[in-house]
């Protein structure tokens, strides 16, 4: 039975300061994941927040009274089932800062949003002015009590997909991130090949064995490692390809597989490219 396991517990108070709830955690039940996806809204706070805070949302007029008046290019969530949760961590004096939610899961007594902030190096470009960093995301509505704990950004995962250029329908980009303790969809993958942390996701139940997969990676990838490669030519004649980008420790490793089987690619690589396509085809029918 796996259980909330909590240190160093912050709340961020909605417009208040910063206070310590340590005491208030409870473990009663059995951990799941919560479904959960990204938010991004066409305009900008009213007023940006002086220290760190989050923003829970639960209607339209909620919304207008936070954020400017704009036009939205597609729907709002339906707050009939749904909420949207922002986590701001106030002004900093320059750019390069980030805040980021890393997971959310839930017991029967409350709901822990583990989230983690970026610095900008010391060497780093930056913009001279100051900055407010926010994360929003919608999930579904709960009477149970929020609480945060900042963890260390998530560095090690897997992107797995397949995809057809001369295409048209749901299944010509499916793409979905493996981590540790969660799968994430990117569900509007329209322009690939992309950078997928800027693409829309959406965050699942589904809790995958990253471990096992890890272990089926054969050694023709593991010997590129930091390294983009393609074998043959993926979608030169819309047959498609096949994709993985693996970080190991923050070193990312992207492969470029034609559907095809071109005589660059060796049987076990063949092979893997299967338990690529299984892996996706799989996630799916969890999504």
């Not at 989050?54 to 939205?72: G, R, V």
């Not at 149970?144 to 010509?172: H, N, Q, R, W």
């Not at 329209?190 to 890890?214: M, W």
């Not at 034609?258 to 092979?271: F, G, H, K, R, S």
């Amino acid at each position: 039975m796996k259980r909330f396991i909590l240190a160093a517990l912050v709340a961020l108070s909605f417009y208040s300061c910063t206070d310590s709830i340590g005491d208030d955690v409870q473990n009663c039940g059995d951990v799941k994941n919560v479904a959960y996806e990204n938010f991004v809204y066409c305009t900008q706070l009213k007023e940006n927040p002086t220290k760190p805070i989050y923003l829970l949302i639960n209607s339209n007029e909620d919304l207008q009274k936070q954020f400017a008046p704009c036009d939205p290019s597609g729907p709002l969530p339906d707050f009939t089932q749904k909420r949207v949760l922002g986590l701001l961590s106030g002004p900093k004096a320059t750019g390069g800062y980030n805040i980021k939610i890393q997971s959310v899961i839930e017991d029967d007594c409350q709901i822990l949003v583990q989230y983690s902030e970026r610095e900008p190096g010391q060497n780093e470009n930056v913009t001279m002015a100051t900055t407010y960093p926010a994360d929003y995301i919608v999930l579904p509505k709960s009477d149970k009590p929020v609480l945060f704990s900042k963890v260390s950004a998530a560095i090690d995962y897997a992107i797995v997909g397949t995809y057809y250029g001369e295409c048209t329908g749901a299944d010509c980009y499916q793409f979905f991130k493996i981590e540790n303790h969660k799968v994430t969809k990117y569900p509007t993958v329209t322009n690939f090949p992309v950078e997928f942390n800027q693409t829309n996701y959406k965050a699942l139940i589904f809790r995958d064995d990253f471990a096992s997969f890890l272990s089926k990676i054969p050694t023709d990838i593991k010997n590129i490692k930091g390294q983009t490669k393609t074998f043959g030519s993926p979608d030169a004649h819309d047959q498609g390809g096949v994709y993985l980008e693996w970080s190991q420790g923050g070193v990312v490793t992207k492969v470029y597989l034609d559907n095809d089987n071109t005589t660059d690619q060796t049987a076990d690589l063949i092979a893997f490219k299967k338990v690529i396509r299984d892996k996706v085809a799989e996630l799916k029918t969890k999504s």
